[in-house]
C-alpha cells in the first residue's frame, strides 16, 4: 500500500530536549515536505526536499532542521524544542513521474507535539 | 510572497444541495493546485489535482475549476452529503525550481441532515 507514515504519532517534551519525528513514504517521490498546522494558522510549510541531499526552506523553518539523505526518508529534527512548537506536524511526499497521480502530494497521518 | 485565501470560512448547507467552495491566490505562476479535505483530528486526504495547463477535473461528484489568469478556483460539490462534512482546504505549489507550497485558510463544511 502507498503511503507516508510518520513516528511518533504523539509526543510530549520538555523544553530543550532534542528530538527527531521520522518520516518514511514508499512510493519512490523525490519531493517531500513537513508542514505544521495551528489553529488561525493553517498549513504552514517547514521545509521541502526536491531529492536526496536537496532541501530548501518553506515559510517557517526557524527552530528545525532536515536532512535528506535517502529518497524515502525524511526525518524532522528540533535540536532545542520550545514551547511556541506545540504543534501538529505534517509530513508529505509528491512524485514527479508521469501518470495519473503527478503531482499529488500524499500526506502522513500527523504528529501531535506539546513542548512543556 | 504567495497568499491564498478560502472564502467562506464556514459554510453551513442542508442535505442534497449543491455548493462551491472557492480559493484565491494572488500569484498565477504556479505548478498545480490541490484540493483536499481534512476531518477534526486527522490528516488529509486528496480530492483533485489540477495542472496549471488544465482548466478543471473531476472526480464523482466533485468539480474542481482552475482560472490561473484571474487567481481563482472552484470547487463544486454536487447534492452534498452528511458525510462531506469536513474541512476543506486547497494548496498552491510555485512553479519554478522552488516548488513551495503554499495552504489557504480552510472552508469548514457542515451538511445537515
Known amino acids: 500500500e502507498a503511503q507516508v507514515t510518520q513516528n511518533p504519532r504523539y509526543l510530549i517534551t520538555v523544553t530543550g530536549k532534542k528530538l527527531t519525528v521520522t518520516c518514511s513514504q514508499n512510493?519512490?517521490?523525490?519531493?517531500m515536505s513537513w508542514y505544521r498546522q495551528d489553529p488561525g494558522l493553517g498549513l504552514r510549510q517547514i521545509y521541502y526536499s526536491m531529492n536526496v541531499e536537496v532541501t530548501d526552506k518553506g515559510d517557517v523553518p526557524e527552530g528545525y532542521k532536515v536532512s535528506r539523505k535517502e529518497k524515502r526518508n525524511f526525518p524532522l529534527i528540533l535540536e532545542s524544542p520550545s514551547p511556541n512548537q506545540t504543534s501538529l506536524y505534517f509530513c508529505a511526499s509528491r512524485g514527479s513521474n508521469s501518470g495519473l497521480t503527478f503531482g499529488t502530494q500524499y500526506f502522513g497521518p500527523g504528529t501531535r507535539l506539546l513542548v512543556l | 510572497k504567495q497568499e491564498v485565501t478560502q472564502i467562506p470560512a464556514a459554510l453551513s448547507v442542508p442535505e442534497g444541495e449543491n455548493l462551491v467552495l472557492n480559493c484565491s491566490f494572488t500569484d498565477s505562476a504556479i505548478y498545480n493546485l490541490q484540493w483536499f479535505r481534512q476531518d477534526p483530528g486527522k490528516g488529509l486526504t486528496s480530492l483533485l489535482l489540477i495542472q496549471s495547463s488544465q482548466r478543471e477535473q473531476t472526480s464523482g461528484r466533485l468539480n474542481a475549476s482552475l482560472d490561473k489568469s484571474s487567481g481563482r478556483s472552484t470547487l463544486y460539490i454536487a447534492a452534498s452529503q452528511p458525510g462531506d462534512s469536513a474541512t476543506y482546504l486547497c494548496?498552491?505549489?510555485?512553479?519554478?525550481?522552488?516548488?513551495?507550497?503554499?495552504f489557504g485558510t480552510g472552508t469548514k463544511l457542515q451538511v445537515i441532515p
Open positions: 512510493m519512490n517521490h523525490e519531493y
Open positions: 494548496a498552491v505549489v510555485y512553479s519554478g525550481g522552488y516548488q513551495k507550497v503554499t
